[in-house]
């Protein structure tokens, strides 16, 4: 299949960050034409995950603007680089960021999903020469995530993007790009919740969500929610929320209440939000000699978390989470097969679907916790 803008610089729209801070702006942009490795591909939809609003915050710093965000995408592959076998143009995909290369020595590893083979570049906002594909008035514009998927035509590395089935509807399974993928894999995978056991949610957003419906397949038997938004306790029933806790409620700090209710400690505590002190109470929430704290929300980088050293002599244990653990590439067609088999829920996190010109719209519902998830469309 070939488009009629194969071998053309592409001018679309995208909604580009320029500062820390800064509303989201809609643009014309420059999308060039993929090298070497490299698909562009025609974003359809893309969620808005708490991480653009890390960013947008300046969580990781000054340096990433000016970009375009957005990592929760699907969309159809519009031109292949040179040397591209993994996709085509035609091909209906997820893009990833957490990439899978096949070759660093994390991709042969069994015990990782951390690719290393552009890390760093992905971090600063390049592909794989160092470069960007964007301008926006004569201006470098940088990718972010690998995937920067706020934009109508956006270009991968292929390391980055994986091929689905062609029937999954793309303004739905774009979610499996990260808030499921994460929330649900952050149990299965990196917490490796037990069967039988007691596990505490901290923050159920679109991830936590998703945790908590992976907590559900590991057979957990209780399942209890924090969240300070009450209007979260009806939608995470749906997902597997057997009790639901506001903080808000309680004059005791919510560890305390989360050690009564579970008389002595939770097995398995999953961090959710991003912030510093939710992920000290979950870790204090979990019971001595095998509670495990597992962090998936994202704090700023700078910051530091200081957990009592006792309690891992205690017996208790922290972990984290990129991406629910999943091999990317390998994985994400086969969760994308879970939902069209109706195994895995996708279409009762999302409260909302806007144009991509609405996307501060978006941003707004998150931070007033409006939403559950918003999605925007091109
Ligand atoms: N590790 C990863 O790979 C990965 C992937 C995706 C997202 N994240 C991170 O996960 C976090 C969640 O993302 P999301 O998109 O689901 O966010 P979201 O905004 O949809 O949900 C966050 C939830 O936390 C709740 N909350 C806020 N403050 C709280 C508090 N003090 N106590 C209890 N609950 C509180 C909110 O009410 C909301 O329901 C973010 O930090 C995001 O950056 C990490
Ligand atoms: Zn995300
Ligand atoms: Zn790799």
């Known amino acids: 299949m070939e488009f009629t803008t194969t071998g053309q610089i592409i001018e679309c729209r995208a909604a580009v960050s320029w500062a820390i801070g800064e509303p989201f702006k809609m643009e ?65 995909v997820i893009p990833l960021y957490t990439p899978q290369c096949y070759e660093c020595d994390n991709c042969k590893s069994p015990y990782t999903n951390i690719c290393t083979k552009d890390a760093m570049l992905q971090m600063a906002g390049f592909l794989s020469d160092g470069t960007s594909r964007f301008t926006c008035n004569g201006q470098v514009v940088k990718h972010n995530m690998g995937c920067s998927t706020f934009a109508e035509y956006t270009v991968v590395n292929e390391t980055n993007v994986s091929k689905i089935d062609p029937t999954a509807p793309l303004d739905k399974v774009c979610l499996i790009g990260c808030a499921i993928a994460t929330g649900y894999g952050a149990a299965l995978n990196t917490a490796k919740v037990r069967p039988g056991s007691t596990v505490a949610i901290w923050g159920l957003g679109g991830v936590g969500l998703a945790a908590a419906m992976g907590a ?15 209007a979260k306790a009806e939608i995470g029933k749906m997902f597997g929320i057997t009790e639901f806790v506001n903080p808000k409620d309680h ?79 390998d994985q994400v067609p086969k969760l994308v097969e879970d939902y069209l088999s109706k195994e895995l829920m996708v279409d009762e996190l999302i409260t909302h679907t806007l144009p991509i010109e609405s996307i501060n719209d978006a941003v707004d519902l998150m931070k007033k916790g409006d ?8």
Request: hydrophobic share 40%; charged share 15%; glycine share 14%.
């Open 251 to 329: 004059e005791e700090p919510i560890e305390k209440v989360l050690v009564k209710m579970t008389n002595g400690g939770v097995d398995h505590a999953l961090e959710c939000c991003g912030i510093a002190s939710c992920m000290k109470a979950a870790f204090a929430a979990c019971k001595g000699g095998g509670g495990v704290l597992t962090l998936i929300g994202l704090a700023p980088l700078s910051e530091d978390v200081p957990f009592n050293a006792y309690q891992f002599i205690a017996g208790k244990s922290v972990n984290g989470t990129y991406f629910g653990g999943w091999k990317s590439r």
């Open 28 to 92: 014309t942009i420059q999308v060039a034409i993929p090298k070497a490795g490299e698909v562009r591909v025609k974003i359809v939809a893309s969620g808005v995950c708490h991480s653009d609003l890390f960013f947008l915050r300046g969580g990781a710093g000054p340096q990433v603007f000016p970009c375009i965000l957005g990592h929760e995408g699907a969309g159809i592959v519009e031109s292949v680089g040179p040397g591209v076998t993994s996709v085509a143009p035609g091909d209906h």
């Open 371 to 378: 939403c559950v998830r918003s999605i925007v469309k091109f």
């Open 216 to 230: 559900k397949k590991a057979g957990a038997a209780r399942i209890i929610g924090v969240d300070i938004n009450p």
